[in-house]
């Protein structure tokens, strides 16, 4: 017959979970801190290269200084009022709840090598696009609005009730893209590629040659940079291949109209000309003049001089710093476990006398 435990084998069971953790929480920080060193050591290889460009360094802030003015103009929509807010640093003291989760607008996270491609891919969006805020997970979504018992917004609490306390109101609907709800890209990459650009195959007409004057994927003409190309999710995906995927899918870019007109049969998720031509998806084609969109991608900066390595060293930084957000995720709830643990056993439950 099983016999209950007695007091004292509860407390011995309750101190071995307790060092149980301990042991967790040690190894944790053990692999944290040499998380840190590697990275700070891999960063540290490709100093010299950074510092030589400092001059480009200089040249990429002033470009994101324009599209942030570009964004700021659009006084009543919802990135307009986020800038504000970065700009003027307030979002932090404003509600750090509900800015935190925001990555960013969609027009501030890539860049393009020239003038006529950014206004091409601006226009294609399209402004609410391009003012869309991304957000990193669904909480940060639910942060952005609140809505009342009757299901209607309520303008004083979420971004409307920040917009309201600089005088500024958010008209009609915003968009906003939840990171770890879109589909991401499910193939491989372009090999020793510092863009890890999506390897996906060339359109092939009836006769299984690529139509002339295809020029790539839109998906693959934006540039990432700094912290958005080293970005993952919680999954592990970067943002050309959930973001950017999401918004182009497999948009096609042609030299001229003609040659992408030619192409038609191997147009499924639509397709640009660099002359105007625009087909929004298979069957939907764009007439008319260009529109030029007051918000566009800025243009990239040229990168020369890079070391050898430099794809494989970033390529292992993106990886040990997702790496170490999950295992500092691991570490936060066995911490609250651990204190948990404390408290049961330096004050133990009292046991009434009968």
Known sequence: MHQPATGQENLESLDKRFKRHEDNLAFLKSRIKHLDESIHGLKGSLGRYHSENVAETVSDSSLHTE???????????????????????????????????????VASLARVDDENLSRLLSEYLGLDAMLAIVCKTYGGVKALENYDGEGSVNSKTGLHGLGSSIGRRINGRFLVICLEDIRSYAGGFVEDDQQRKLALPKPKLPNGQCPSGFLDYAVNMINLEGRNLSYLTASGYGLRETLFYGLFSRLQIYRTRS???LALSCITDGALSLDGGMIKKSGVFALGSRKDIEVKFPIASVRSNAPANYIQTEDMIRMLEWERSKIAEDMEREEQLYNTMSSVIIFPQKVEPM
Not at 86 to 105: E, F, H, I, M
């Open 67 to 105: 599209v942030e003015t570009k964004i700021l103009q659009q006084e009543n929509s919802a990135a307009g009022i986020l800038c504000w807010l970065k700009a003027n640093r307030l979002s932090r003291a404003l509600d750090l709840a509900l800015t935190k989760d925001v990555l960013g607008v």
């Open 259 to 261: 040659e992408m007109l």
